[in-house]
Structure formats: C-alpha cells, structure tokens
C-alpha cells in the first residue's frame, strides 16, 4: 500500500507535469497505439495506421481502406488508465482524414487538507499527537484529454534522372492535424489549442539499384506543437502551462521476403524535445497475419506482438519502464 502511494504521488508530479509548467505536454509523449509502442516509438517513417495521428499525420494518406482502432493500456501498475480511438476515412483524390482521441487517468488520488499542518516540524516530531496520520481526506481525480483531426495528401511523382538513367518513383505525402487539449485536476480545468504538420516520402529501392528483390525506403518528420501550444487554467491567477514544440525524424526500410509471402521492417526516429532521444523498431509481418515486434528508447525495451484474420487485427505490445513495466492491447477494424 505505501509502494503504491508514493507511486501515485510520482505519476501525478511526472505525467501530469506540476513540477514546471513547460512539462505540461509530458503525458502526451506517451504515445498512440499498440503497434508503434511495440517497435520502441519508431514509427514516424511506417505511419500507415490510425496512430500515425499522432506520430506523423501525413502518413495517414498511405491507409485506402476506413480504419477504426481502439487501445487500453495499464500504466504503473494500474494506477493510470490511457486509452485511445482512431478513425481515418479515404476520400477522393488520394486525400484521407482522421480523428484521434486520447485520454489519460487517474483515480483515487489522495488528498491531505492543509488544516493538519499545525505548529512546526520540530514540535509535531516532539509530539506524537500532532504527528500526521497518512488517513487522505478524500480523493481526487485527474483526467488529460487530446483530441486531434487530420488531413493528409497523397501526391506521385516521377523523378526524371536523365536520358542514361531512369524515372525514380516517389510517393509524397503531406498532412498535418489541429489538436484540442483539455486537462483537469479535481475542480480544475486548462484548456488549449495546437497544431502539428508533417511531410512523408517513399521511394523504390528496386528501381534505384535495378534489384528487383529490394523494398522499399521512407523518410517522415513530424513538426509537433508548431510554435508551442499554450493551456490556460481556470483559476485567478489565469495559470499558464506551455507544452513544448517537438519534432520528429524518422527513417524505415521495408523489405518484401517474396519466398514466404511477408516482409520485415526496421526503423529508426529521433526526436529533439528534451534534447535527442532516439527510438528504434523492428517488425516481422508473416503472410499479412501474424506480426512480431521489437523496441528500444531510452533505456526502455518493447516488445509486440498481432494476430489478423478477415478485418481485424489484435495489437499487444508490452514496454518496459523505470517506473513500471507497461501493457498495452488495441483491436483494429478495416472496411
């Protein structure tokens, strides 16, 4: 019960970002989704799924079919719930629109009124009685919302290297989304707005060294809280949190193994929020069925693992942390 108690107390300080207020966008580098949490956060050059919201929204141009996506992860040993639902839906003219949601919470966190502060540390140390009783005097509870809509576009062009060469296909892919976020802490609320934008390309390895065996290369970067996104609070003083622009580099190579009918990915992503923190993934794909994943950042290891059959697709990834470890499990519906 004490583990857990001062566990809560590090999770409300670190995610919730009370310690500055230039830590307030901190509980979004969570992350979305079970498939990039399994490759270790590297996923802003792969990009094809409902998460690339959040990851890199022009990627979401690269999905043709509607996807609905739902994820439940367990945090710090099931003190946090974090849960997310994606939409995308193709429109005409190789344009695709999305819709994120995000929320994060914690329940029962104690509350300790000021009344019981009396005499100094000194005499309640000398006096037993006075001495606090760690008895909270209620609860409270914390609840983070993100709520992001996209757009992206999807534009092919031909690369003309010259009479001695040959056209080199590129696939470009452009986007970006307005997020609306919303916090509140017992009776408390901030709210704000902010942008991100992004720009995703492809292009053939096949074609660029006459191998017909190789696969593809991508390159994304992911312009997050575009001149940094304000929350206002509503209290007296009109509390002011900044949530800190981030960007987001990331390569991803993706081989076809033709004999088995599958493929492999690996890739790679920086982002500058804090400095440079670098995340690599790989991904397995057997037959378009089974998908096994592995991760790292930070120190921390991920692991995934997915099973589709028909239209849907279940998502497990588990991550390690040094607070504790973290499970996550999403569904994926395409029609």
Request: overall charge negative; hydrophobic content about 40%.
């Amino acid at each position: 019960m004490k583990k857990r108690f001062f566990l809560s107390i590090l999770i409300l300080n670190v995610s919730l970002g009370l310690f500055a207020g230039r830590y307030a966008g901190d509980f979004m580098v969570i992350g979305a989704g079970v498939r990039a949490s399994g490759m270790g956060g590297a996923f802003a050059a792969v990009a094809d799924d409902g998460s690339a919201i959040y990851w890199n929204p022009s990627g979401i141009a690269q999905m043709r079919n509607t996807e609905i996506g739902i994820m439940r992860a367990f945090l710090y040993q099931g003190l946090a719930a974090y849960d997310n639902f994606t939409f995308c839906q193709p429109l005409p003219n190789e344009v695709t629109i999305g819709l994120n949601w995000t929320r994060l919470t914690i329940d029962d966190i104690p509350v300790f009124l000021e009344r019981h502060l009396v005499h100094n540390v000194d005499y309640r140390s000398s006096f037993h009685e006075f001495n606090l009783t760690a008895v909270p005097d209620g609860h409270i509870t914390s609840t983070d919302d993100i709520l992001q809509f996209a757009f992206a576009k999807h534009i092919h062009y031909d690369l003309n290297l010259g009479w001695l060469f040959f056209d080199l296909p590129f696939d470009l892919y452009f986007g970006g989304n307005i997020k609306y976020i919303k916090r509140e802490i017992d009776e408390n609320r901030g709210t704000g707005t902010g942008f991100d934008f992004s720009f995703l390309s492809k292009t053939s390895l096949a074609v660029l060294f006459e191998q017909d065996w190789l696969g593809d290369v991508a390159f994304g970067i992911n312009f997050q809280d575009v001149g940094g996104t304000t929350i206002t609070w509503d209290v007296e003083s009109n509390h002011e949190d900044e949530v800190l622009f981030n960007s987001k580099l990331g390569v991803a190579v993706r081989q076809p193994l033709k004999f088995i009918r599958s493929s492999f990915t690996l890739s790679t992503d920086i982002d500058y929020i804090y400095g440079k923190t670098r995340h690599y993934g790989f991904e397995f794909l057997y037959q378009k069925i089974l998908g096994f994943r592995l991760g790292y950042y930070d120190t921390n290891f991920s692991t995934g693992l997915s099973v589709s059959f028909y239209d849907f697709t279940v998502d497990y990834a588990f991550v390690t942390n040094v607070l504790a470890n973290t499970n996550r499990i999403g569904l994926k519906i395409n029609f």
